[in-house]
């Protein structure tokens, strides 16, 4: 029964089948770490496809919120009835990107958390697809029909009302994309300006060229100064941080999964754009503000259309290099992936090839020992038998004692040869050569 | 080269023996008889038969084996 315990069924494995375990032990821990390492990329990469995700699903938004903040500026800019094809025109813009939005959705929104059920739950219903379609749906048919100042006033605050959900949306949607919890700073800093600054900026742009054209038309008063002046410094303090924040996301570039070669060459480029055409806007308000005046209120209406599509220009091409930047941070983090798991499987398969090197080195000499031993349990035995029958027979066979004896000599030469080669994979040379140094003493006493 | 009966007598030894053992024991005996392997014929088998099969049945443990032995090395 002892010989069926599992301890002497590990003592009667080979040699070969131990070492061959032992590798497998030792490969077992790198095995997991290599599991673990590269479970590690698969959260990150996720988390980057799903800001790609939100990003992807803010394109159209924004362009909504530019249709709506332009058909507010054009609304109050014009009198009635002769900005019916200025409107027209920017409402296609918001009803085909709300379209586009909503098309996008059905396939982003269980990722996003942007289905009905999912803004109930966050508490934002007012924000769902449906209700913004809605919204626009009665926004179009309103400013079709508009022709007295109140009627524009009152359109004029359903494109704020709808612009406010479009800016929260975009905001919810940074929020459910992980955009706002972006772990690298270039990143960072270029969310900060397309999900954060430019919607702000979009929305100072077309606040101030509301109140500006009200001024110039002489019908502003001492609070729609003051409020000129507040809107006007927080589209500049907004121009500075988009700089800023451009200035940190092009320092941290490097350092953040590679240099994303657009990025510097565009983003440069589009910034440099519209800090020239807002800086202009801004000295061009300043001045309505001094002196109001109907030559004002035209160069006006036609400074803040260029801001606002300056605005877009350049929130497209941020939103453009986040997509890049997003898409190097998961390549490199595949590439991290692949090489966790490549390296690991290579160092498996290395240590199993010097595992077997050694392994043989171990067994060839203990093969070579059993072949030179095995015969001599038979050549004693034998060697015996006939000795015995010799002895019985009276007649022992000189011949045939020199050969035995010739015999069980060369075997014992070979044993000895064979302890020493033992020894010597044992212990190491030092120790076969003190022993073969023993044997040749007693050899000669 | 080995001899045409070096080559029929180690096969006949090593169907019993180990063949590396079977070459070793050999080799020892023609050392012994003062032949070698290039040149050894099938009365010099002959001539040491006793010497060879003795020593090459030393490694056989079944007695009718190495009477069997002796048999084929003499018919060699």
């Known amino acids: 029964m002892q010989n069926e315990s599992p301890s002497l069924d590990a003592n009667r494995s080979s040699v070969s089948t131990k070492i061959f375990l032992i590798v497998a032990i030792f490969s077992l821990p790198i095995g997991v770490l290599a599991y673990l390492l590269a479970a590690n990329y698969t959260p990150q990469i996720a988390s980057a496809q799903l800001e790609l995700a939100g990003n992807s699903l803010q394109k159209p938004l924004m362009h909504v919120l530019y249709g709506l903040t332009s058909s507010k500026n054009v609304l109050q800019g014009c009198d009635a009835g002769n900005c019916a094809t200025e409107l027209t025109t920017q409402g296609t813009i918001v009803s085909s990107n709300l379209d586009t939005a909503a098309a996008l959705n059905t396939q982003l929104a269980a990722d996003l958390n942007t289905t009905s059920d999912g803004f109930a739950k966050k508490n934002h219903k007012d924000l769902a697809f449906e209700n913004l379609e809605s919204e626009w749906k009665a926004l179009s048919v309103a400013d079709a029909k508009v022709s007295t100042p109140a009627e524009r006033a009152q359109l004029a605050e359903g494109y704020d009302r709808l612009s406010n959900q479009v800016k929260q949306l975009v905001s919810y949607v940074g929020d459910s994309s ?20 430019m919607p702000e900026a979009v929305s100072h742009i077309a606040n101030t060229a509301s109140i500006g054209q009200k001024i110039a038309s002489g019908a502003g008063s001492a609070v729609d100064q003051a409020v000129l002046a507040n809107e006007s410094s927080l589209l500049e303090e907004s121009l500075n941080r988009i700089a800023a924040s451009n ?11 590679g240099v994303s070669p657009t990025l510097q060459p565009n983003l440069g480029a589009a910034l440099q754009t519209y800090k020239s055409v807002v800086t202009s806007y801004l000295a061009l308000l300043k001045e309505v503000a001094g002196n109001p005046s109907p030559t004002n209120a ?6 803040a259309a260029s801001a606002q599509k300056a605005s877009l220009a350049y929130w497209e091409t941020g939103a453009n290099e986040l997509d890049a930047l997003l898409n190097l941070r998961i390549g ?56 015995a029958e010799a002895s019985q027979s009276q007649t022992p066979s000189a ?4 050969i035995i004896c010739e015999e069980l000599n060369a075997h014992a030469e070979n044993m000895r040869k064979a302890v020493l080669e033992l020894a010597r994979h044992v212990e190491g040379s030092a120790a076969a050569a ?3 140094n023993v044997e040749a003493g007693q050899t000669r006493s | 080269m080995p001899s045409l009966a070096y080559n029929s007598l180690l096969k006949v030894v090593s169907s019993y023996v180990d063949s590396k053992k079977a070459a070793e024991v050999l080799a020892r005996q023609l050392t012994a008889c003062k032949l070698n392997v290039d040149t050894i014929a099938s ?32 018919a060699i």
């Open chain 1, 332 to 387: 490199d983090f595949q590439t991290g992936r692949i090489q966790a798991l490549g390296f690991s499987a290579l160092a498996v398969v290395i240590a199993t090839f010097i595992a077997f090197a050694i392994g043989r080195s171990i067994t060839r000499p203990l093969q070579e020992l059993v072949r030179n031993l095995a015969p001599g349990a038979t050549l004693l035995g034998v060697s015996v038998e006939r000795i």
């Open chain 1, 434 to 436: 003190r022993m073969s």
């Open chain 1, 247 to 257: 200035a940190t996301t092009f320092d941290a570039d490097a350092a953040n999964h």
């Open chain 1, 178 to 197: 992980s955009l706002i919890l972006d772990p690298d700073l270039d990143s960072y800093y270029l969310v900060d300006v397309t999900l954060l600054a």
């Open chain 1, 399 to 402: 011949e045939e004692s020199a």
């Open chain 1, 298 to 303: 035209a160069a006006l209406a036609t400074q």
């Open chain 2, 43 to 74: 009365a010099d088998i002959q001539a040491n038969l006793l010497r060879l099969s003795t020593a090459c049945s030393l490694y056989i443990s079944d007695s009718s084996k190495r009477d069997e032995l002796k048999s084929k090395i003499a």
